[in-house]
C-alpha cells in the first residue's frame, strides 16, 4: 500500500508539473506579447488547460 501511494504520488507530480510547466512556459509567452495583466494570463491558463 505505502509503495503504491508513493508511486502514485510521483506519478500525479509528474502529470501536474508537466501540465503546469507547458501552459505556463505558453501564458508567460502570450504575456510578453499581448501585455496583458497577470488576472488575464492566469485565466488564459485556466482556461487552456479546461479546453486543452
Known amino acids: 500500500m505505502k509503495k503504491f501511494l508513493v508511486l502514485s504520488d ?3 507530480n ?3 508539473g508537466g501540465v503546469f ?3 505556463s512556459a505558453r501564458g ?3 504575456n510578453y506579447k499581448s ?3 497577470p ?3 492566469v485565466i488564459s491558463a485556466v482556461r487552456g488547460f479546461i479546453h486543452g
Do not use: M
Open 39 to 41: 488576472a488575464d494570463w
Open 35 to 37: 501585455a496583458v495583466g
Open 21 to 23: 510547466h507547458a501552459y
Open 28 to 30: 508567460v509567452r502570450n
Open 14 to 16: 509528474a502529470i501536474s
Open 10 to 12: 510521483r506519478e500525479l
